[in-house]
């Protein structure tokens, strides 16, 4: 499967979340589907936007917090998987696209290319609700599933090694940030 098609199948539920995604393509190619202002795409900071999730859904339990990221910015930070589980916040859904590389900076092979099981490696870490789903339809469920439950869920979707033709962004990295902020204090007003 794409993760633009992934991207795709859960994008309506998406644009009532809080989102944060890593760098690279899976910002351009949610962005390409529509952007939001609860949106925060973290260019620049490879294996942050779980950390930067997880800090969301503990500071605003009311809301529901989607972290997007990929297989390589997770390698990079593996511990957030265990403070996750240690805090286990019943807001957050965690959807790792693991294509097996290094798409945006190169195309290199990860880990996950010779073996290392993210979805494994979460339910070591403690995570109870975790899945590998390598179908559009299996995934869409999964999501649905984790987007309805009251508890940490990490999934795992494997996809192809393609991303979009061009990383460009009509939005500035420092109007998404203050952007971002607003929509924060905007909801948390409501």
Known sequence: M?????????YDDLKNKLVVTNMGAVAVELYN???QPGFFYMEHSMGLA?????GLALCLPGRKIVVLDGDASVLMNLGTLSTMAR???HNLTHVIFDNESLLSVGGFPSATS?????ALVAKGAGVKNTGLYSD????????DEAANRDELSVL???VKAVGPTSFAMDIGLLENRFEFARHIKDLRSE
């Open 136 to 143: 559009i339809e299996g995934f869409q469920g999964a999501y």
């Open 156 to 158: 795992v979707a494997k």
């Open 114 to 118: 010779t073996g290392t099981d993210l």
């Open 87 to 89: 805090y286990s916040p």
């Open 2 to 10: 794409k993760r633009a098609d992934a991207l795709e199948a859960i």
């Open 33 to 35: 589907l529509g952007h």
């Open 50 to 54: 779980s950390s930067a999730g997880l």
